[in-house]
């Protein structure tokens, strides 16, 4: 009987407290979070520099070339679809956190990129 308990017991410690997953359900934590998480968000943003560095890389080509602008000119829209692009996840932050919400704002957000693409 005795094993019994501490088997209960360590099913309650590998709860978290007062914690819920994406279900709603009890997170449990050989399940959840830690590294198992953060290999996953490092991922994004590793794949997210590389797209953001190879965009910008390959734009001001692209602006000299089909669109014929001059290389100061190509530098200067470059510098500012970097900075917009540096400072728009603050805007969106403060959406975030002000009036919509993590979830219904990244809904938007992608609806917004679908349309403009």
Excluded: C
Aim: aromatic share 12%; charged share 15%.
């Amino acid at each position: 009987m005795e094993e019994s308990n501490e088997v209960l017991l360590e099913a309650e410690l590998a709860l978290v407290d007062g914690v819920v997953d994406y279900k709603g359900q009890p997170a449990i934590r050989s399940k959840s979070g830690y590294w198992r998480s953060a290999w996953f968000i490092i991922g994004v943003e590793v794949a997210e520099r590389v797209s953001h560095y190879g965009i910008q890389g390959n734009l001001i080509s692209y602006l000299t070339g089909p669109l014929q602008q001059s290389t100061a000119t190509a530098a200067e829209n470059v510098n500012i679809w970097a900075g917009t692009a540096s400072l728009l996840p603050l805007f969106g932050a403060f959406i975030a956190d002000s009036f919509l919400g993590r979830y219904r704002t990244i809904i938007i957000a992608s609806l917004i990129y679908i349309l403009v693409s």
